[in-house]
């Protein structure tokens, strides 16, 4: 009974280049969450995605970021032509329900160094 | 403007003893409310949930308590240990957020020194 996944655990990118980060939520779990930890500062909502639906994506800047969470495989968080102010661990969560009776959990992220 | 904030942010106690940890959100009307802890480096482990209709919750040596009222939430952490060194993160879901976002406070670092 796997957790939530997220590969890769570290990214390094050139500024320029593309990054994707990849999440597989618990099995059985079809909401999934995706926030973003600066250096020194909270974790910050980014977006939140149903099987191929997008519910609320305030959190996520308008450009450059997308995400993305197909009828199969993972979620997808795409951010193209990455700065240095991207780099940050970047977390996905999942839960069974919307209500989310049973809270969340949490991968163990992705950290993003654009070089 | 749906807020948390947790204090201390960092706090170091010698083994053994008993400590709390302080979380407070500007919106009574919450959802729920979940404890993490994050070690250096890795993910988030959820400790405790309470829901909006609870007072509190315990697991082992933790036990978190909520005062919808006052806004506030405690962590009590029995009888520390060096193991117990980490992060402890403090989550919000508020009624007003239509999004089922989590609001995080920016976390209590927390040392037990053997």
């Known amino acids: 009974n796997a957790g939530v996944m997220q590969n890769p655990r570290h990214l390094v990118r050139r500024r320029g280049q593309e990054a994707r980060l990849r999440c597989s939520p618990v099995?059985?779990?079809?909401?999934v969450y995706w926030y973003r930890q600066l250096p020194e500062e909270g974790l910050k909502f980014m977006v939140y995605l149903q099987k191929e639906n997008i519910i609320d994506e305030s959190g996520m800047p308008k450009e450059r970021f997308s995400a993305e969470f197909p009828k199969e495989g993972p979620s997808i968080l795409r951010i193209q032509q990455v700065v240095r102010g991207d780099s940050a661990a970047y977390f996905c969560?999942?839960?069974?329900?919307?209500?989310?009776?049973?809270?969340?959990?949490f991968g163990s992220g992705t950290r993003l160094t654009v070089v | 403007k749906q807020e948390v904030t947790q204090i201390p942010a960092a706090l170091s106690v010698p083994e053994g003893e008993n400590l709390v940890l302080n979380c407070s959100f500007t919106?009574?009307?919450?959802?729920?409310l979940q404890w993490f802890r994050q070690d250096p480096g890795k993910g988030l482990t959820s400790l405790l949930l309470?829901?909006?209709?609870?007072r509190e919750q315990t697991s082992g040596r933790l036990n978190a308590s909520l005062d919808k009222s006052s806004g506030r939430s405690t962590l009590y952490i029995a009888a520390s240990q060096p193991g117990d060194s980490a992060t402890y993160l403090c989550?919000?879901?508020?009624?007003?957020?239509?999004?089922?976002?989590?609001?995080f406070g920016t976390g209590t670092s927390l040392t037990v020194i053997p």
């Open positions: 989550a919000v879901r508020f009624l007003s957020d239509t999004g089922n976002q989590f609001y």
């Open positions: 309470i829901q909006s209709s609870q």
């Open positions: 969560a999942s839960s069974q329900h919307k209500t989310a009776n049973y809270g969340y959990t």
């Open positions: 099995k059985g779990h079809s909401h």
């Open positions: 919106d009574s009307a919450i959802y729920n």
